[in-house]
């Protein structure tokens, strides 16, 4: 396994449109985190699943932020609607379980809104 | 939310210098980890340390971990220019019914040749 992996790792997008950023966990773990950071601090959770169950959401940023992981596979992450507020680098990370809260992470999607 | 506090914020040293940065929390954790994020990429585990006053050694890197598990530090022997980036601690906080990792602001070094 290559370990996680995110598409695009760049996209540039106008205000007003919508965003979708896709991740594949290293397989063998059934937990998968999605981080937001911006420049000068440090990633900040959003929201995250075990298997295919999405367990906190209430973290993401407002309603125009949703997250799937279908089949407790690969995820994806859409913004509706960007603003430029939104740009960041969006990171994805995985762990097993049992190794707790050890993640590892996807080489991030930069995100810019114009 | 358990809160860790990274300091210095910003370090800019010459290379073969020692430096040390921090981890802060008022909080007691049961765990914490370093991690490294070169500019552009997701950040990279280092260490986890667990037991209080523990000491875990990277090559030239120093991670120890406060008796009392509130606080961490880094320390780095004869920096050098592949040292440089964002140094970040984390530490496990409860959301959605399980532990999750929570981030400092970490500490942007850089290793001047």
């Known amino acids: 396994d290559t370990g996680v992996s995110q598409d695009p790792r760049h996209k540039i997008t106008k205000r007003g449109q919508n965003v979708t950023f896709r991740c594949d966990p290293i397989?063998?773990?059934?937990?998968l985190y999605w981080y937001r950071q911006t420049l000068g601090q440090g990633p900040e959770f959003l929201t995250y699943?075990?298997?295919?169950?999405?367990?906190?959401k209430s973290r993401l940023l407002s309603d125009r932020f949703s997250a799937e992981r279908p089949k407790g596979s690969f995820s994806t992450l859409e913004i509706q609607r960007t603003e430029q507020g939104d740009s960041a680098m969006y990171l994805c990370a995985s762990s097993w379980t049992v190794a707790g809260t050890e993640a590892f992470f996807g080489q991030g999607t930069r995100l810019t809104v114009v | 939310t358990q809160l860790l506090e990274q300091s210095p914020q910003f370090l800019s040293i010459q290379e073969g210098e020692n430096l040390t940065v921090y981890c802060n929390s008022s909080?007691?954790?049961?765990?914490l980890q370093w991690y490294r994020q070169e500019p552009g990429e997701g950040p990279v585990l280092l260490v986890t340390?667990?037991?209080?006053?523990e000491v875990k050694k990277l090559k030239r890197l120093t991670f120890q971990f406060g008796d009392a598990r509130k606080d961490s530090s880094l320390h780095i022997t004869a920096a050098q220019p592949g040292d440089t980036g964002l140094y970040l601690c984390?530490?496990?906080?409860?959301?959605?019914?399980?532990?999750?990792?929570?981030f400092g602001r970490g500490t942007s070094l850089i290793v001047h040749p």
């Open positions: 699943f075990q298997n295919e169950a999405q367990l906190e």
């Open positions: 984390a530490g496990p906080s409860v959301s959605g019914g399980s532990y999750i990792p929570t």
């Open positions: 397989s063998e773990h059934n937990r």
């Open positions: 909080s007691v954790f049961s765990s």
């Open positions: 340390v667990v037991t209080g006053g």
